[in-house]
C-alpha cells in the first residue's frame, strides 16, 4: 500500500508540476524580456519540488545535465 500511495504522490506533484510550467510558459511567450527569467523562476520551482518530496538532488542530477 506503500508504494501506491508514494506513486499518487509522485503523480500529483509531476501533473501540477507540468501544468505550472505549461501555463508560465503559455502566458509569457510572447513577451520576450520575460522569457529568461521565468525559465530560471521556473527551474527553482522544481528545486522547490524536489526538496519538498524528500528527493536527494544526487540521484536527479544526471537528468537536470542531460535533460
Avoid at 6 to 25: D, N, P, R
Avoid at 53 to 65: C, E, Q, T
Wanted: no cysteine.
Amino acid at each position: 500500500m506503500k508504494k501506491r500511495n508514494g506513486f499518487f504522490k509522485a503523480l500529483t506533484s509531476f501533473i501540477i508540476l507540468s501544468l505550472v510550467v505549461v501555463a508560465v510558459s503559455a502566458y509569457f511567450v510572447f513577451d520576450s524580456k520575460l522569457i529568461g527569467p521565468v525559465f530560471l523562476v521556473l527551474g527553482i520551482v522544481s528545486l522547490i519540488f524536489l526538496k519538498i518530496a524528500k528527493i536527494n538532488l544526487a540521484s536527479v542530477y544526471p537528468d537536470m545535465v542531460f535533460g
